[in-house]
């Protein structure tokens, strides 16, 4: 059973994520947003659960390495000729030139990477409330800045006029990608040793094990995803400041939450989960019908309804809907121990 | 940045003291908490928030002011009593972290459901709007509001003073703040600590959202957000452990922000949270045990 369990780790999510690509084809194309959507939001939330459920430590800071990332793909890939009307104080270097849509994706994931390596050298040194807080200071200041430097972006303006490449091939490619290597990441000695300072610090340090260059690690290959997972976000939709701020931050750590941190099955199925929660709410608040029933939800319902699932799964079942455990064939106990947040 | 493109006057430094009285009352109110149950309220704001639409709507219907006011303190009072029932009890215990996100997911549920009930436009609260007028001290032009936010602020931390200091209930939640079992062993009621926390808090957050509603009238569902991410920031800055440095905090990043956003010219003042939040984090990376902790006071990280 031992042989088979890692194969189900890794194939459970990699099938739910081909799932939602399969359902995405029968739908029709208004429904088949929603479905891309939900992928792009997978991609995220595995970048997130890489650094925080194998760290243990929070982090609210994550959504400005998406917010770069869709900075990146969506200043370089917009045609040349469509610059100058959306972005007309943009720099030189950036105004000339214009990549194609995977070239865009890797570099929104090099770009990540990078801010999160700057931001993660002196931040990795904090925990607990203090991460808490510096990563929160992160994610005003990246917002404050992309909002009004109109030399490396369209500042308040929206990035229309990228070109939608995010079809439902590349969103479930790109999840499928992401979670790969967070499974990678995950039974890599990396992956490892940071599990372990998480479970047990103290003795993750006795044994020499270096808690700040792992976490480091862990947060600059999270920072590439989240940078990966901004470019695949920037290429489906017309992004600006405020959709890769507060309520994505929110709605990710849901995500994260409600599905169980500590495991990569359990950041899957939340994403999806509360993505189709969240999408059928959406789609109520226009008005839609429910068997033969006319039902039309005020707006703001669904951020009602995530919160207090949200709210509610921390207060009942603080290791997530999956117990905080990876899929197996053997049934265990859901963590015992309460979402394993440091303390 | 030099000195030299700051232009300090003095109305800027009242509205700056006023600022940063208001933001140390919410430093108290989030510390208060913190102390007793080890619980960083991220939804404080929405508390502050929920005043906020009390006083609206008492301002819409042109009720007298003090009615507004009583209604503002109920609203808060009992919405405060209910977060502590129906959250923060079944968290305790939990670490801290986990207490943070769950506030946090109450904080974006109370203002959808401001944002549901209300509309997103906002209402307006007028009927307290005589203390924006500026009064003339030896030619100066300080708002009201200033004053009396100063005043009441002063004259609120001079009353938990006294309570803290000088009741038996206050000399429990002392000790239960520093260490709630050892508190608990020697006698110290644990409901009744926390139940009052939980109340004054309540109190001072009410406090506040009447201030608020003054210097900003339109009262949206996102009203005190921003002033509740930067108390928080305060607050760690100062030192969460203790109640005075906590304090000491948040009165600084009020401050600071009151007097960088009235100085700085409109193309700097734009990245103030830039700087605000650069600054916070500068600090927790120097002195994690907070700013306004002596050595020795700063927590020891427990493993």
Known sequence: MRRVDPVLQLLAPIALVGLAALVGTIVSIATQTYVINALVNVAIVVALYVFIGNSGVLSFGHISFVAVGAWAAGVLSMPVAEKPAIMPNLASVFRDHTIGNVWSLALAAVVGAAFALVVGLPLMRLSGLGAGIATFGVLEITHNVLRYWEKIGPGLNTFSAVPETTGLLQASLGAALVVVVAFAYKRSRFGRLLSATREDAAAARAVGVSVYRQRLIAFVLSGALAGFAGGLYVHLLPVNTESVYLDLTFLTLAMLVIGGATSLWGAVVGALAVSAVDSFLAEAENGIHVLGQAVNLPAGTRIVVVGALMAIVLILRPAGLTGGRELSIRRRRPLRVLTKFEK | ?303
Request: net charge positive; hydrophobic share 60%; proline share 4%.
């Open chain 2, 1 to 303: 940045m030099s000195v030299a493109v700051l232009s300090i006057n003095w109305q800027t430094l009242a509205d700056a003291i006023g600022l940063g009285a208001i933001y140390a009352l919410m430093a108290v109110g989030i510390g208060l908490v913190f102390g007793v149950l080890r619980l960083v309220n991220f939804a404080y704001g929405q508390l502050v928030m929920a005043g906020a639409y009390a006083l609206a709507f008492a301002s819409e219907r042109g009720w007298p002011v003090s009615v507004g006011i009583a209604l503002c303190f109920g609203v808060v009072l009992v919405l405060s009593l209910l977060m502590d029932r129906i959250v923060f009890r079944p968290l305790r215990g939990q670490s801290p972290a986990v207490m943070l996100v769950a506030t946090f997911a109450v904080a974006f549920l109370l203002q959808s459901i401001a944002l549901l009930w209300f509309g997103p436009l906002g209402k307006i609260s007028a009927s307290l709007a005589t203390l924006n007028q500026p009064v003339t001290i030896s030619g100066v032009d300080i708002r009201k509001i200033a004053i009396v936010a100063t005043v009441l602020a002063a004259a609120c931390l001079l009353l938990l003073v006294l309570l803290l200091g000088r009741t038996r209930v206050g000399l429990h939640m002392r000790a239960a703040a520093m260490d709630f079992r050892t508190a608990q062993l020697l006698g110290v009621r644990a409901g009744r600590v926390i139940g009052t926390a939980v109340l004054i808090s309540g109190l001072l957050a009410a406090v506040v959202a009447v201030m608020l509603t003054v210097q900003t009238p339109l009262v949206t569902p996102d009203f005190a957000l921003r002033d509740t991410i930067l108390v928080l920031a305060g607050v760690v800055l100062g030192g969460m452990n203790r109640l005075v440095p906590a304090t000491l905090g948040g009165f600084a990043i009020g401050f600071a922000s009151g007097l960088l956003g009235g100085a700085l010219p409109t193309n700097q003042s734009q990245y103030l949270p830039s700087f605000l939040f650069a600054a916070v984090i500068l600090v927790l990376l120097i002195r994690p045990g907070g700013l306004f902790t002596r050595e020795g006071q700063q927590a020891v990280e427990r493993v």
